[in-house]
């Protein structure tokens, strides 16, 4: 069994943001694969999903971005799952607009959803694939700018990313994480 957790705010008033990536991917993987609707459970709207022989999660934190923590462990303890069949999807200031990074590891780097994930866990080792939003301008604070809607030019550079994190998860899930990272790191520097 997987888990694929996209990080995100819930409320409408949160969809469509940039902070919001993780969640627009797995509602994406849910239609692609037909998972049918999500049930509330474990601090979290889960749907099962197969694909290629393999069984995994989607899961929706409801406990707001900076506590996503406690739902992870919630669904890590309850189905036993290992660490590194976790994939955590998420917003990432430091990439320029567009691009997706899967890693295997890491820390927080400021992202308070990904810190809480470490913090309940107990460790950095788990995979994460990041979508760049690019830094904001300098008067606006980087608070404000990732609970922002995406503007029209912005949408047209994330769909594709949004695109290729689906395919990025589903090559995670059937053929393992190096092989996602060979496919969708390129032209990136390889580590983490």
Known sequence: MYLVVGLGNPKK????????LGFQVVEALARRLQAGSPVSRHRSLLAEAEYSGSKFLLAQPLTYMNRSGLAVKEIVRSYQLELDRILVIYDDLDLLPGTIRLRK??????HRGIQSIIDALGSEEFPRLRIGIGKPPPEVEASDYVLEPLAGEEREVLEPALDKAVEAVLVFVSEGLEAAMNNYNRGLSSSG
Request: hydrophobic residues 5%.
């Open 13 to 20: 008033q949160y969809s469509g943001t940039r902070h919001n």
């Open 105 to 110: 590891k890491g820390g927080g780097a400021g």
